[in-house]
T-cell receptor
């Protein structure tokens, strides 16, 4: 039973355009959501997070949107750069000392 | 962001031997550490959660006698793969949080590639 789903295994975007990565979750107890970027043979790097009390959080080129009623969140990267090419993982957890639950990741390729 | 290190970054061992992987939080105290493993083109699968000074909590399907986890201090956790088999070959990643900081982020180490021959 996958609680965090990233239905698109890959995405290609042209440099300068917007990249939109989507994530759905099923557990209504999740109240904190994070996006991580990962290169092969490296650990994930934290990008941006959002609490369930917000519907948007922005940090530079990265914006995360949360739609609690739809149990959906998305990561927008604009403008996309070739260095953004990596695998992006969506993760979620409930409050307290609970571990992150990860999606399967989406491989983003930004084409120059 | 906070720094988490892992050692070694890669290790090759023979079947039947044991391997220890260290995870250190370098600039913060980790009240909780998590161990994940990742197979090629798969997501990160949580193996166990450990709180400093207590026994680790293992996820379903993870053998606690095979994957020994020790979290003896606020900056160090170790994962020992005992009697390793080729199917244990994987990418192991540790992660750490400081729960005393409230809703804190979870920081990841760079991972350890284990190959069992």
């Amino acid at each position: 039973d996958q609680q965090v789903k990233q239905n698109s295994p890959s995405l290609s975007v042209q440099e300068g355009r917007i990249s939109i990565l989507n994530c759905d979750y099923t557990n209504s107890m999740f109240d904190y959501f994070l996006w991580y970027k990962k290169y092969p043979a490296e650990g994930p790097t934290f990008l941006i997070s959002i609490s369930s009390i917000k519907d948007k959080n922005e940090d530079g080129r990265f914006t995360v949107f949360l739609n609690k009623s739809a149990k959906h969140l998305s990561l927008h990267i604009v403008p996309s750069q070739p260095g953004d090419s990596a695998v992006y993982f969506c993760a979620a957890r409930s409050s307290g000392n609970t571990p992150l639950v990860f999606g399967k990741g989406t491989r983003l390729s930004v084409i120059a | 962001g906070a720094v988490v290190s892992q050692h070694p970054s890669r290790v090759i061992c023979k079947s039947g031997t044991s391997v220890k992987i260290e995870c250190r939080s370098l600039d913060f105290q980790a009240t909780t550490m998590f161990w994940y493993r990742q197979f090629p083109k798969q997501s990160l699968m949580l193996m166990a959660t450990s709180n400093e000074g207590s026994k680790a909590t293992y996820e379903q399907g993870v053998e606690k006698d095979k994957f020994l986890i020790n979290h003896a201090s606020l900056t160090l956790s170790t994962l020992t793969v005992t009697s390793a088999h080729p199917e244990d070959s994987s990418f192991y990643i540790c992660s750490a949080r400081d729960l005393r900081q409230g809703e804190s982020e979870q920081y990841f180490g760079p991972g350890t590639r284990l190959t069992v021959t």
